[in-house]
């Protein structure tokens, strides 16, 4: 795992298109299936900024506001990219088997044009698989907030 510290809201967003960047590939790979980012990380640790930055990097237009009290949120992305959607979920009030099916999670996550971050995704047994990539947030002051991500996430030099 790395560690990468980001000092402000403008940082955690150049960091999300970063990684939005790493997720694109090379675009010669299969995909079978859904790209999933699981955000995990205390409220206020920056989760949804990171999902704005990412949206803005696809040219995404909408504010990304959180979308704590749908659940889920979709965005066309109408640039040439893998993906032809993002979808962003924020599961913290996602309290029974009905809602999860309600945002039908399954056909979400197995559409390879999709997309997906995941607010709380440890949050009753979405199922969240083990090939998603998992960042944990953190805040460490007022301005400062911690990502740690896996070591196979390739970012420029002046972010680690
Ligand atoms: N370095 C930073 N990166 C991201 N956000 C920061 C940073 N410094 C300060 N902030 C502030 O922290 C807050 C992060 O809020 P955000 O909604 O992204 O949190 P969240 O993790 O999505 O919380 P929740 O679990 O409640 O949805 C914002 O108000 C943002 O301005
Ligand atoms: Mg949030």
Do not use: C
Not at 22 to 27: M, P, T
Not at 65 to 92: C, N, R
Not at 146 to 158: C, G, M, R, Y
């Amino acid at each position: 795992m790395k560690e990468v510290l980001t000092r402000a809201p403008n940082e955690t967003e150049r960091l999300a298109a970063h990684i939005v960047f790493h997720l694109k590939g090379d675009g010669r790979e299969e995909r079978g299936t859904s790209t999933i980012v699981a955000l995990q990380g205390n409220l206020g640790a920056g989760k949804t900024v990171f999902v704005k930055g990412a949206a803005e990097s696809l040219g995404i237009d909408d504010t990304i506001t959180s979308p704590t009290f749908v659940i889920v949120k979709m965005y066309p992305i109408g640039i040439d990219v893998p993906w032809k959607q993002l979808v962003h979920i924020d599961a913290y009030r996602l309290e029974s088997e009905k809602e999860l099916n309600s945002i039908d999670w399954k056909t979400l996550a197995s559409d390879p044009k999709n997309l997906i971050f995941i607010e709380w995704p440890e949050q009753v047994g979405l199922g969240v698989p083990e090939r998603a990539l998992w960042l944990e947030f953190e805040a460490v002051d007022e301005d400062t907030r911690k990502i740690v991500l896996p070591d196979t996430v390739s970012l420029p030099e002046h972010f680690v």
